[in-house]
């Protein structure tokens, strides 16, 4: 009896504990295959082919199909095509900002970064911080004049 108790606590700890291993290994590897393939069409500019294979990839993990250091990759190359091929700059920092919050560590790979990518890199670990973001701040209302002397 205690030793099923023991298996079963064991069992609970690694669920809880490792996401990352229940990650379906098929699954991983066509994700890291189409990838590779996206960031070769993004070298090569062909961009709307790079960002149709990225969101296969990350359709296909779903939220528990791949780890998250695998999840984080995809969502950080897709704003790496977003931005660095001028598809639309916010959808990619708000991709970054997801990638960061599944693996902290991550960064972006020195041999495609630009000063675009590290300004909106930098930008989405802000968001991430709580710094926030590019969103106008309220501007403060001038004190009224009180009509006394100086």
């Known amino acids: 009896m205690k ?3 023991l298996f079963w606590m064991l069992g609970l700890a ?3 504990v490792a996401p990352g291993a229940l990650a379906d290994a098929k699954t991983e590897a066509a994700a890291t ?3 590779k393939k996206a960031m070769d069409d993004y070298i090569a500019t062909d961009f709307s082919k790079a960002q149709e294979k990225l969101d296969k990839a ?4 779903g ?3 791949c780890g998250p250091g695998l999840r984080a990759k995809l969502k950080r190359d897709l704003g790496v095509i977003q931005i660095g091929g001028a598809i639309d700059k916010e959808k990619g920092i708000n ?5 960061l919050k599944l693996d902290p ?5 020195p041999d495609i970064k630009t000063k675009d990518l590290d300004a909106a890199f930098a930008e989405a670990k802000k968001r991430v911080s709580g710094g926030g973001g590019d969103e106008p701040r309220p501007k403060k ?3 009224a004049d009180s009509g006394g002397p100086e």
């Not at 991709?95 to 990638?99: P, S």
């Not at 560590?105 to 790979?109: N, Q």
């Open 33 to 35: 295959g189409l990838q």
């Open 3 to 5: 030793r099923s108790a």
């Open 63 to 65: 939220e528990s199909k």
């Open 105 to 109: 560590g991550i960064s972006l790979d």
């Open 14 to 16: 690694l669920f809880l």
């Open 141 to 143: 209302k001038p004190v």
């Open 58 to 61: 990350i359709a296909q993990c």
């Open 95 to 99: 991709n970054f900002v997801e990638a």
